[in-house]
């Protein structure tokens, strides 16, 4: 069994920054690739931002040049640094990983989501 945690979210003025991080844990023997996905009220779930185990990086053109995916493979985390927030950029922040187990199966796994308002 393969459990994702996130932290970080909160409320914050638009020009403002967030740092959102997810702790993979349980059963893994290896990460393929970690990322961030977000859903606004009434949209579907987008990609924000994507991570491989080669370090090789994915944006969402809306978050270029504002927000950074990070990952310590040591730790099995990911971080999303969020900065020059956009009331736009308001939604629910999902991390997902895609991880091989110890039985070797490779699965898809969500966390439980993070609200992010960019609001004054």
């Known amino acids: 069994q393969v459990q994702l945690v996130e932290s970080g979210g909160g409320l914050v003025q638009p020009g403002g920054s967030l740092r959102l991080s997810c702790a993979a844990s349980?059963?893994?023997?290896?990460?393929?690739?970690m990322g961030w996905y977000r859903q606004a009220p009434g949209k579907q779930r987008e990609l924000v931002a994507v991570i491989t185990s080669g370090s090789s990086t994915n944006y969402a053109d809306s978050v270029k040049g504002r927000f950074t995916i990070s990952v310590d493979n040591a730790k099995n985390t990911v971080a999303l640094q969020m900065n020059s927030l956009k009331p736009e950029d308001t939604a629910v922040y999902f991390c997902?990983?895609?991880?091989?187990?110890?039985?070797?199966?490779?699965?898809?796994?969500w966390g439980q989501g993070t609200q992010v308002t960019v609001s004054s």
């Open positions: 349980g059963s893994i023997f290896s990460i393929n690739a």
């Open positions: 997902n990983a895609d991880i091989q187990s110890t039985t070797r199966s490779t699965t898809d796994y």
